[in-house]
């Protein structure tokens, strides 16, 4: 999966989870801040790429600022994905 594949994603998970349309997001995009998301909502946003992309989230290893923007949420992702995922 490349980055633009990931970004569509995200836009649907949080599509799914703000129940409200998301698309066209730019990378700079805050997703606290722009977003509104909250605690409850990233972790629905996780549940959902978990099942999208395959992707496995450690909560041990979450970190703030993997989350600051769609982009550094997208770098995070794709250190998540599985080899086999990277090359498809």
Known sequence: M??????HQIESALSEALERPVDSLSE????????????TSVLE????LEDSVGVEV???QLEM???????????YLLRQLPATADQA
């Open 2 to 7: 490349d980055r633009i594949e990931l970004v």
């Open 45 to 48: 946003v996780l549940m959902t």
């Open 28 to 39: 700079d995009v805050r997703l606290f801040d722009d977003m509104h998301l909250d605690s």
């Open 65 to 75: 600022t993997d989350f600051a923007t769609v982009g550094s949420f997208t770098d």
């Open 58 to 60: 450690d909560p041990e």
